[in-house]
């Protein structure tokens, strides 16, 4: 009967598929809904790769899963797995049901690899049992759902598969004590020059000592609790991480590993911190499956930080800076606001980072946004912040309370009208902050703050000639197209 049951489900999801793109709807965790309906444990049937990576945490995962998948496929592998970030049971489920054929046999591939949402672990690790899982870092998120980051790593130890090799962030003390049992690898990021500065934030998870409720003392506290600390009162420290990143030169753009004993240089393809963290974990897991250096090395010089995450285009001499800073994330969002108030020179920010689902039957817990370290903002070089959406008065009175002058902060309820309210002067940065709810708008407000730009008075040089715009145009149409055609999908 459970058999029965499971290919109902197979063969309701895969019929789903092709009525959802004539009907143009998304859907891209539909088939999977519609399967576990008929079979609930429909991921104890289907036919399983034989190796498995998945990639889960707070921060990061789906930027270290993408890049994962590009170099896999870059080395003539053929990938299982979920871009499209549909990380729940029933975006895992349809996966499965893309990858199988009617008869439930697996297509050809060489690896799996799943993000995977954290709180989904007992729903979904029982049937798929990872040989590799990357854990990129543990940290407040929505508290309707996560509550704690140490509930989150309570969870994932205990649907933990023992077979499981976990590959852990040795400055993260919430997420390198998970399933303690398993085999585990340790990555981090050594002490650097600009470490000496402490950490004044607002946040920090990890102040006592897990083992024995004592005093931890960090020897460096780069945000939250990212660090290294021990215990005064017991033997408690970070572990040493095996692959660790020694040096960043963001001159070169290229950063410096070490792994036993020996150091090698690689390709700074992001130039925010957090995205290092990214890809010491990239590089990490790649070596668990095999890949020398020489080769992971190659192949990031071919890749990038996935566009949905991060894009910089530049028209007329206006910098366009688009960044999903996660909502409902305060410590996503900190590190966010900590990079753009990095970027020199003046700027303007619009702020989309709201939640989509608020809504009269359902809202979001705004609590997070005064976990937020929005003091970052106070910045003689931030000229405007232009709050936009559903949640511009909330987010207008958490950045008076951060000291940000009125007169700096407008709002505009209309996203698209909110364009209108920036400057668009030269040798400008313009940030675009979106979350993961307001991607789609996201899309459409970058697409037309590129053609805004394009049409700004063109400035001329010394010689009188006028300044190119970077064929603004064609990048604001390439934008629109590649979000119409993820809509018709």
Not at 21 to 29: F, L, P, Q, S
Not at 282 to 287: A, N
């Amino acid at each position: 009967m459970s058999k029965f049951k499971f290919f109902l489900g197979l063969w309701a999801g895969k019929l789903s598929i092709p009525l959802l793109k004539i009907t143009k709807h998304n859907g891209t965790d539909y088939p999977g809904v519609l399967a576990t309906k008929f079979c609930p444990d429909f991921l104890k049937y289907v036919q399983k790769p034989k190796k498995i990576v998945v990639i889960t945490g707070t921060n990061g995962k789906t930027t270290v899963n993408n890049m994962l998948i590009d170099i896999l496929e870059a080395n003539g592998m053929k990938v299982f797995a979920n871009r499209a970030g549909s990380n729940i049971a029933s975006g895992i489920s349809t996966v499965f049901i893309k990858g199988s054929s009617i008869f439930g046999k697996l297509k050809k591939c060489d690896i799996a690899v799943l993000e995977v949402d954290e709180r989904s672990a007992f729903k979904i690790y029982p049937y798929i049992k990872p040989d590799v899982m990357a854990i990129t870092s543990l940290s407040r998120d929505s508290i309707l759902r996560n509550a704690h980051p140490q509930y989150i790593a309570d969870i994932l130890t205990k649907a933990m598969p023992e077979e499981t090799t976990l590959v852990l962030n040795a400055d993260d003390l919430i997420s390198n004590r998970i399933a303690i049992d398993n085999k585990r690898v340790y990555y981090g990021i050594d002490k650097l020059p600009t470490d000496d500065k402490p950490y004044d934030g607002l946040l920090n998870d990890m102040q006592i000592c897990p083992k024995c409720n004592g005093k931890l003392k960090y020897e460096f506290n780069r945000y939250n609790h990212i660090g290294k600390a021990s215990c005064s009162d017991c033997d408690f420290s970070s572990p040493e991480a095996k692959i660790a990143v020694t040096g960043i030169d963001y001159d070169s753009k290229s950063f410096t590993v070490r792994e036993d004993g020996k150091i090698y240089t690689y390709p700074l393809i992001a130039d925010s911190f957090f995205n290092v963290y990214n890809l010491i974990t990239l590089i990490t897991v790649l070596r668990q499956l095999g890949f020398e250096h020489e080769t992971i090395v190659e192949s990031m010089n071919k890749t990038h930080i996935p566009d949905s995450r991060h894009a910089i285009d530049k028209v007329n001499d206006i910098t366009l800076v688009t960044q999903m800073a996660k909502g409902k994330n305060a410590t996503a969002a900190s590190r966010i606001y900590d990079y753009i108030t990095g970027i020199e020179g003046p700027k303007e920010i619009l702020n989309m980072t709201y939640c989509a689902e608020d809504a009269d039957h359902w809202s979001e817990n705004i609590c997070w946004i005064y976990d937020t370290d929005f003091e970052l903002l106070n910045n003689k070089d931030v000229r405007k912040i232009i709050l936009a959406g559903p949640r511009n008065a909330d987010f207008k009175l958490r950045l008076l309370m951060a000291g940000i002058p009125e007169e700096k902060i407008v709002t505009e309820d209309d996203q698209m009208k909110a364009v209108s309210l920036l400057s668009f002067k030269k040798n400008d940065t313009i940030c675009l902050l979106y979350a993961v709810d307001s991607v789609d708008m996201a899309t459409k407000v970058r697409g037309e703050i590129l053609r805004q730009a394009s049409q700004a008075k063109t400035d001329t040089d010394a010689s009188g000639e006028k300044l190119k715009s970077d064929n603004a145009m064609e990048i604001s149409n390439a934008v629109m197209n590649t979000h119409e055609e993820k809509e018709a999908k």
